[in-house]
């Protein structure tokens, strides 16, 4: 059995930065988002993970909701496309253009990023202030199952007390989804 070194990303602690290659054929530096937004919130997930397919409606929703406010969702795939050939980078554009994301899809194929922040499952939210601060991690909702049912709106509230000033509550929450597939 492969042990793997992962990085542990607390609430408080500041988000590992990253240059990332995009599917919009760009690099994706997180220090540039910071500089542009009042906080970003960094999800990782993947092509083949049906909660992540539960979420695509919400996160675009949620997107569309704070862009005006000061707010950037990124999308991060950190699977193994070695494993799992779903995960590769062309497939992820097309995965993107399908479900018509309206915020960048990054791709992290040594996975070095996915194991800084400490990332396990997907989807796994991780909201960042314009500090560089990790202020919230976890489940975007409460109901993975059914997310239009959920009856706390993890993420969401706390992008929006984050902007009010206010203290996120609870600043974590347990992921719930697909493990991650790693590399050996």
Not at 120 to 147: E, N
Request: aromatic content about 12%; proline content about 5%; some cysteine.
């Amino acid at each position: 059995m492969t042990t793997l070194e992962t990085i542990y990303t607390p609430v408080g602690g500041y988000a590992p930065d990253f240059e990332l290659p995009g599917i919009d054929e760009r690099v994706h530096h997180l220090r540039r988002y910071l500089e542009k937004f009042r906080a970003v919130g960094v999800i990782f997930i993947c092509n083949h993970c049906p909660y992540v397919s539960l979420y695509l409606d919400k996160l675009k929703k949620i997107q569309g909701e704070f862009t005006g406010s000061g707010f950037s969702l990124i999308g991060m795939n950190g699977c193994d496309a070695n494993k799992y050939p779903t995960e590769s980078f062309e497939n992820m554009k097309a995965f993107a253009e399908h479900h018509r994301l309206n915020f960048p899809y990054l791709w992290d194929s040594t996975q070095d990023v996915t194991r800084s922040f400490g990332a396990i499952k997907t989807p796994m939210a991780f909201l960042i202030d314009s500090h560089g601060m990790v202020r919230y991690k976890g489940q975007i909702d409460s109901y993975p199952q059914a997310p239009s049912s959920a009856k706390d709106d993890y993420l969401r509230n706390a992008i929006a007390a984050l902007f009010k000033s206010q203290a996120i509550n609870p600043q974590e929450t347990e992921a719930i989804g697909t493990t991650l597939i790693w590399r050996n």
